[in-house]
């Protein structure tokens, strides 16, 4: 299989990846939206059994609603950036709300390998030039990497800085050792001109980010 | 009498308190906690006729949890909750020993359904 090939391939396992993720998430709001509403339900029939409705309890479970349904919006809202991120091959990213989105996403991650995922972003705005979905899928994997090999009940730090024309995204917390960057990760790093490096005893995981990245109008990502 | 004495297990506490007041409306004891850990202690304490428990949890899962409860509460039956419903899931969950497999969202009435198959199934099973 060519290297485009795999590329291709890891593409859409990172698509599918963050979609399985989120619809799980959404199937969660979902459940709870189901069992508010059936027990509103439950006290509506109640009452009308002859029983009292409690004014106070139905404002209590609209307000739980009315939470669940803005939580749900929000797991749309990034599923919605997400997708929108392969329009363009190339175009000015906003580096705040990339690694802020990328962090959204691989919450569910953490929370699985009992680790605390915190993002550190800097106050002004940072941006470069490149491929959107390129850019999310390289950090996503060396977060991922970072979670997996970080100690249970560790925190893992992801911490976006400005670095002369471009951009330093640290990785800290990863604690057994370094991964070999290869295969999808070392293609990505490639096709996006950024380097990764392990500082120190291998704790943190440093990409460095161009501010331009290489390429033209058109890149293969599936 | 109260009807059958209920453990829920879920991540989601929003999810567990509501299934909690809508099964006490109807005459459940119910009682919900948010974690595995939680789970095996409210076990350590009372005795639950059922644990209906999320497959995909923090720390430890329904699975595991339900092959905890095999070994140290075998009087409780298990029911797995899941999010993605798939089948690898519910072929693990009944080799842990859950008696029953149900995909959210859920049916209270399902549920309600499949809680009382669960405990006959079990209660026939052990005396079997």
């Known amino acids: 299989m060519t290297a485009g090939r795999d590329l291709k391939r890891a593409g859409l396992s990172f698509f599918g990846d963050v979609t399985a993720g989120i619809t799980h998430d959404i199937r969660n709001s979902l459940a709870i939206l189901k069992e508010i509403s059936g027990l509103l339900s439950d006290l509506g029939d109640a009452a009308g059994e002859g029983g009292t409705l409690d004014a106070e309890r139905v404002k209590s479970i609209a307000g739980r609603l009315d939470v669940q349904v803005n939580r749900a919006n929000a797991t749309v809202g990034l599923l919605n950036r997400f997708a929108h991120s392969v329009d363009v091959p190339r175009r000015r990213i906003d580096l705040r709300e990339t690694v802020a989105m990328v962090g959204d996403l691989a919450k569910s991650k953490a929370v699985r390998k009992r680790v605390s995922l915190e993002v550190v972003l800097p106050e002004h705005g940072l941006g470069v030039e490149g491929d959107p979905f390129l850019l999310e899928h390289v950090i996503f994997l060396l977060l991922g990497m970072t979670i997996e090999s970080a100690e249970r009940g560790g925190t893992v730090t992801l911490a976006l800085s400005p670095a002369g024309p471009g951009a330093t995204i640290c990785f800290e917390g990863a604690g057994r050792g370094k991964v070999r960057m290869e295969g999808a990760v070392s293609h990505l790093l490639t096709l996006t001109g950024c380097t990764a490096e392990y500082e120190g005893r291998g704790d943190t995981l440093v990409l460095e980010l161009p501010g331009r990245m290489p390429g033209k109008e058109s890149t293969d990502h599936g | ?128």
């Open chain 2, 1 to 128: 009498m109260s009807e059958l004495c209920v453990l829920l297990v879920d991540d989601e506490m929003e999810l567990v308190q509501a299934m909690a007041e809508r099964l006490e409306l109807r005459g459940f004891t119910a009682v919900g906690v948010r974690s595995a850990r939680d789970a095996l202690h409210a076990l350590d304490e009372d005795d639950f006729d059922v644990v209906v428990a999320d497959v995909r949890m923090p720390r430890m899962g329904g699975i595991q949890l339900a092959r905890r409860i095999r070994r140290k509460h075998p009087g409780a039956a298990v029911v797995l909750l899941t999010g993605h419903g798939s089948r690898r899931d519910a072929e693990e969950g009944k080799k842990a020993g859950a008696m029953a497999y149900l995909a959210k969202p859920i049916d209270l009435a399902d549920l309600i359904q499949v809680v009382r198959d669960a405990v006959s199934a079990k209660k026939r099973r052990d005396s079997s």
